[in-house]
């Protein structure tokens, strides 16, 4: 227990480090020495370790709800993709056609087991959801820099087709946390890809944002507050960003490790589908979650909301 407790702490700090964000697991967007060190004031929006403890026992009790969404949801694995984990639809429904989510693990590990929850309510709200990793892995497990794009590949050759004919390949977000959130950028680079959501995360290395006139598509910022060690780099993103990409950036004051551990992913789970549903299935009411802030139940459940280029 200790241990892990040490290497949970561990692996919280090294998400945003520039140790664990080099171009190896994190491509392009994490090449270079970090110049934006990490905000360290008050406590780097690290949990206590009472907290954390309270987490991973949240963690350890099984989900059984399958998620708050129509389709009831879990986690599989795809043989011909063997180093991801699918979360999906126990059943994959006939009436629909599933757009795809596809997410970096904190700290590039290679296992979502932190993320099961959270990514198991996107599912359920009728996403084929890819994660870097194998759950049980563990937190010494990496990712690489090509976990996405193998990600983007298969989808590209198999969704569509046969077991997977209802699978959209046309409607492609990448996305993921602190460290999986630059994987995130990087393989946002694909044309193939149509949204981008980066959650607790924002470049490490201040001189890529360069990069960023090479990007298309939106982004969404889901953030923890001035408290997160990634707020600074996360809302410099926002503002550095081009005008051609529309974005928003939702802040809830909770830190770096976000509400992933709570049943359903808690609030970031709810804001992660109302921004999915928005942008890959065309809700509108999701939409005024985010662009009309006098209403939103986002905004009434402590979400700070900011946006540039959306039309409402
Ligand atoms: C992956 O990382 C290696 C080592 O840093 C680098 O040589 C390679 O170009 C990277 N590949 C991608 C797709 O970013
Ligand atoms: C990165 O930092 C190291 C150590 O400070 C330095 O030796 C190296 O030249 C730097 N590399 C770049 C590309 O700035
Ligand atoms: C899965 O990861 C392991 C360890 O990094 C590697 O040896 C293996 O080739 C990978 N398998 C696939 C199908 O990518
Ligand atoms: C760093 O975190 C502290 C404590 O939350 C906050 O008061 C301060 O504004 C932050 N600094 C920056 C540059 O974001």
Redesign the pocket.
């Known amino acids: 227990m200790k241990s892990l407790l040490a290497l949970t702490l561990t692996s919280v700090v090294l998400a945003q480090s520039p140790a664990a964000m080099?171009?190896?697991?994190?491509?392009?967007f994490g090449?270079g020495n970090a110049t934006a060190q990490p905000n360290l004031s008050g406590g780097a929006g690290l949990p206590s370790l009472a907290q954390i403890t309270k987490d991973m026992q949240n963690q350890r009790e099984p989900d059984t709800t399958g998620g708050s969404g129509a389709y009831k949801a879990s986690a599989s694995s795809i043989a011909s993709l063997a180093n991801h984990t699918l979360f999906a639809p126990k059943t994959l429904p006939a009436d629909i056609k599933l757009p795809v989510v596809l997410f970096g693990n904190g700290a590039c590990v290679g296992d979502p087991t932190q993320f099961q929850k959270f990514l198991t309510e996107i599912a359920s709200h009728g996403y084929f959801v890819i994660a870097n990793g194998v759950l049980g892995a563990g937190f010494g497990s990496s990712s690489?820099?090509?976990s996405l794009?193998d990600a983007i590949e298969w989808v590209s050759k198999n969704a569509g087709t046969g077991e997977y004919a209802h699978v959209d390949k046309s409607r492609l977000a990448v996305s993921g946390q602190s460290c999986g959130g630059i994987q995130a950028y990087?393989a946002s680079l694909d044309k193939r890809v149509t949204l981008t959501a980066i959650f607790n995360s924002g470049l490490t290395v201040e001189a890529n944002t360069v990069l960023f006139d090479q990007l298309h598509a939106p982004i969404g910022y889901f953030l923890g507050g001035p408290t997160d060690i990634a707020y600074a780099n996360g809302m410099r993103d926002f503002e550095k960003l081009p005008e051609k990409i529309s974005r928003v950036v939702s802040n809830l004051p909770v830190g770096h490790m976000g509400t992933y551990y709570e049943l359903q992913g808690g609030q970031f789970g709810k804001a992660a589908v109302a921004f999915f549903n928005w942008q890959m299935k065309g809700d509108a009411e999701a939409g005024k979650q985010f662009l009309d802030t006098a209403t939103s139940p986002l905004v009434k459940a402590g979400w700070k909301i900011e946006s540039k280029g959306f039309k409402s």
């Open positions: 080099g171009e190896a697991q994190t491509g392009i090449r690489k820099n090509n794009p990087s």
